[in-house]
């Protein structure tokens, strides 16, 4: 099988030992006695085997980025989860100081009222005394009379 001729000419080396092509990443090829078709064959044999690595690596680096997307995807979920166990937790505790606040509040209100209560029969006792010693006893509230009736 004959090469076409400019085929030919891109396979060949260049004259002199001298580099056509300044790159990191051209493959040598050893020299010697050459068939153009078998080297055209090697050339693409060559190529396909780099491809076919650089295919292999390109699907080793997208599972581990499926892992790795999977795995952050995880954690965002148990974050969730965590953010919303806290906020329920929150709003129990704000449930249960807004109850204690107001049973607070009750028993303030309570208090007071016992207070006033207290005073009043205070002061009616205090009345009821002195009604007892004018009109039971017909005496005016001096203090000869007052302290025996005291002791």
């Known amino acids: 099988m004959a ?5 030919t000419e ?21 020299r010697g006695p050459r068939n153009d078709g078998q080297s055209a064959l090697d050339l693409v ?4 085997k780099v491809v076919s690595e650089l295919e292999d690596h390109a699907r080793e680096m997208e599972t581990r980025a499926q892992g790795l997307c999977r795995d ?6 148990l974050a969730k ?7 329920s937790g929150l709003y129990l505790a704000e449930s249960r100081i807004s109850s204690v606040e107001a049973k607070l509040s009750a028993a303030d ?22 009604a007892i010693r004018t ?17």
């Open 109 to 130: 209100l309570r208090a007071k009222k016992a207070e006033t209560r207290a005073r009043e029969l205070d002061q009616a006792l205090t009345l009821i005394e002195d």
């Open 72 to 77: 952050a995807l995880e954690k965002l979920r």
């Open 135 to 151: 009109r039971l006893l017909r005496t005016q509230p001096d203090t000869q009379v007052y302290q025996a009736a005291l002791a």
């Open 10 to 30: 891109c396979i060949q080396a260049p004259v002199d030992g001298q580099r056509s092509i300044d790159a990191k990443n051209v493959l040598e090829f050893p």
């Open 45 to 48: 044999y060559e190529a396909a």
């Open 81 to 87: 989860r965590r953010a919303e166990s806290a906020e």
């Open 3 to 7: 090469l076409p001729h400019w085929l």
